[in-house]
């Protein structure tokens, strides 16, 4: 059974900067696809960041771009959002997701694993 985790959510002033973590647990990885998903009050869930779990590629939203980074720490089976020059836009729950083979970029419906979120919200 797949499990995701997701912390590191929090309240940050414009231009800041905050750091998602998803911790995974259940099986190998290995041949995983890892993403993340944004969901603002009263829009649809969308695709922000997406890598392969051995760490060869990665693809983002291009309003994302030269902002976030997405990263896998191979040790601690835990995907990385850093998120820098942070806007009120942002402002969002941020979902760890999984599917069995990495594709870019994937709709939500893709992917098999989701974790519960984590709340960031960006003061302007």
């Known amino acids: 059974q797949v499990q995701l985790a997701e912390s590191g959510g929090g309240l940050v002033q414009a231009g800041g900067s905050l750091r998602l973590s998803c911790a995974a647990s259940?099986?190998?990885?290995?041949?995983?696809?890892m993403g993340w998903f944004r969901q603002a009050p009263g829009k649809e869930r969308e695709f922000v960041a997406t890598?392969?779990?051995?760490?060869?590629?990665?693809y983002y939203a291009d309003s994302v771009k030269g902002r976030f980074t997405i990263s896998i720490d191979n040790a601690k089976n835990t995907v990385y959002l850093q998120m820098n020059s942070l806007k009120p836009e942002d402002t969002a729950v941020y979902y760890c997701?999984?599917?069995?083979?990495?594709?870019?970029?994937?709709?939500?419906?893709?992917?098999?694993?989701w974790g519960q979120g984590t709340q960031v919200t960006v003061s302007s």
């Open positions: 259940g099986r190998t990885f290995s041949s995983y696809g």
């Open positions: 890598m392969s779990w051995t760490g060869g590629s990665t």
């Open positions: 997701a999984a599917r069995k083979v990495y594709l870019v970029p994937g709709t939500p419906s893709s992917y098999e694993y």
